[in-house]
């Protein structure tokens, strides 16, 4: 009898390569650390941080400047408040590539971080840059007490003395605050309609008033905004 | 009408497998005179002889226009591409397996190790001033989150009676991220609770690495690194090498 060796046909030889593929590209998304999740950019903006894991208490929607797709959120846990971004790409999966925190364990009756996000745009026409910025205002509200929280940007001299103006204030009352896991947050923004210039000594202040409707000034604690990339 | 022979039979089954690589030709031409030479032999074992089994056999084959076109039927132009296709992905992700293997773990994993073994090579705290002429190689490693703390150097500059204390911090992992905010986080206090001034560093995502010096006066015994962030605290007391030869 002959020995006629069969060979595989092509259907067989391709679907071979096709299951083959699937492995290899397991191992692509695990070495490239891919984020399948969207908890893979949290766990990435924990990692960084160093304020151990925490939970989103709310999804901030998307930045409405700079990179389109980019989402902002709110995590907290006991000790820490965190604002983070985190976008998809297809490449990568979740990732994050900036945040900022608040140490929240210092015992003080409001912990509250300010960040602020300066994106340069072209214009329709492709030319010229136009800085556009927004600052957020964030913060754990720990003293039952306080009843409302108002943040504001107001105009000083360039010595830092007089007033000028007050560019804007938010006020918020309890009933905007947010709650999880029986706590208090707040968050909002600020977004300039046209560049926003440091030279003009905007200075960020935070107030919070108490049932007997005395106001007080508190210090903002939270860490500078990082980009990690 | 002369009997066809094995080569003949071949050619003409050939012409008709267009759609056929060399390779396949090469295989269903090796399969067919299989069969050619198993009914040959068999025909011989019933007392033909050899020349007329052969021609038998390749007779008994059927017509070779008809075989070769049922043939070609079979080589699919879709799979062909299939094959194709799946190769060029096969050499492409082996490709980013490796280069993203190299770029995101190994350097990562490359720079945990050196931090946990011999920092001083990579961010050298002597290098940052030949003036802390008494100097000593610590070995204090201490836990943040999940990173670790380690402090492998301090100095002093007798005449300006200012120490130096050098430390960098790698994930536990070692293939994980480390805090640089963790690291720049750690102040450094002189026996008096003046604060430490900042002597530079640098970070990437694998290794922060972080130098802080303040005044001393002769007869400290130690300078103290604290770190209160996050509900996490943490306190080192380092001490300072006044009697180390130099």
């Known amino acids: ?229 | 009408m002369t009997a066809m022979t094995r080569g003949e039979f071949w050619t003409r089954v050939d012409k008709h497998l267009r759609r056929a690589t060399d390779k396949e030709r090469y295989a269903i031409r090796a399969e067919l005179e299989g069969h050619i030479e198993d009914h040959a032999l068999a025909l011989e074992e019933s007392g033909y002889p050899a020349g007329e089994a052969v021609e038998r056999a390749v007779a008994a084959m059927g017509e070779p226009e008809e075989i070769g076109r049922a043939l070609n039927a079979q080589f699919s132009v879709f799979w062909r591409v299939m094959i194709w296709a799946a190769s060029i992905l096969i050499v492409v992700l082996l490709w980013e397996v490796l280069t993203s293997a190299y770029t995101m773990n190994w350097t990562v994993y490359k720079k945990n190790r050196q931090a946990r073994t011999d920092p001083y090579n990579m961010y050298s705290a002597e290098q940052a001033g030949e003036k802390y002429t008494l100097s000593q190689g610590l070995e204090i490693r201490e836990t943040i989150g999940n990173d670790e703390l380690y402090v492998y150097w301090v100095g002093i500059d007798p005449k300006a009676n200012e120490a130096m204390v050098a430390m960098c911090m790698y994930d536990q992992d070692p293939f994980g991220w480390v805090s640089r905010n963790a690291l720049f986080r750690v102040w450094l206090e002189n026996q008096a609770g003046e604060t430490g001034l900042g002597g530079g560093g640098g970070s990437d995502a694998a290794i922060a690495n972080r130098r802080i010096k303040v005044p001393v006066e002769p007869g400290d015994t130690h300078v103290t690194l604290r770190y209160d962030r996050f509900g996490e605290e943490l306190t080192i007391e380092v001490p300072l090498p006044w009697e180390v030869s130099q």
């Not at chain 1, 009756?109 to 026409?125: H, I, N, S």
């Not at chain 1, 136009?130 to 913060?139: A, D, E, P, V």
């Not at chain 1, 960020?204 to 210090?219: F, H, I, K, M, Y």
Request: overall charge negative; charged content about 30%.
């Open chain 1, 1 to 229: 009898m002959s020995k006629v060796k069969k060979t595989w046909s092509r259907r067989k030889r391709a679907l071979f390569r096709i299951v083959f593929l699937v492995p290899l590209a397991v191992l692509l998304l695990f070495v490239k650390r891919y984020g399948f999740t969207p908890g893979h950019a949290l766990r990435e903006v924990e990692e960084r941080l160093g304020c151990g894991p925490t939970e989103v208490i709310r999804e901030l929607g998307e930045l409405p400047i700079g990179d389109r797709g980019r989402e902002m959120f709110l995590a907290a846990n006991d000790n820490a408040l965190v604002l983070g971004s985190r976008k998809f790409d297809l490449g990568g999966g979740w990732q994050t590539d900036s945040a900022a925190a608040v140490d929240c364990s210092r015992g003080e009756p409001v912990a509250a971080g300010t960040c602020q996000m300066d994106v340069l745009e072209k214009d329709a026409y492709g030319e010229g840059d136009h800085k556009q910025t927004l600052i957020w205002f964030y913060g754990r509200v720990d003293d039952p007490d306080i009843q409302e929280v108002e943040v504001s940007l107001v105009k000083y001299e360039p010595d830092g003395t007089d007033v000028v103006e007050e560019t804007w204030a938010k006020t918020l009352a309890q009933g905007e605050w947010l709650r999880a896991g029986g706590r208090y947050y707040f968050v909002t923004s600020w977004q300039t309609e046209g560049p926003y210039r440091e030279a003009e000594n905007i200075r960020v202040t935070l107030r919070t008033r108490n049932s007997a409707g005395e106001w007080a000034e508190r210090d903002f604690l939270g860490e500078t905004y990082t980009r990690f990339h």
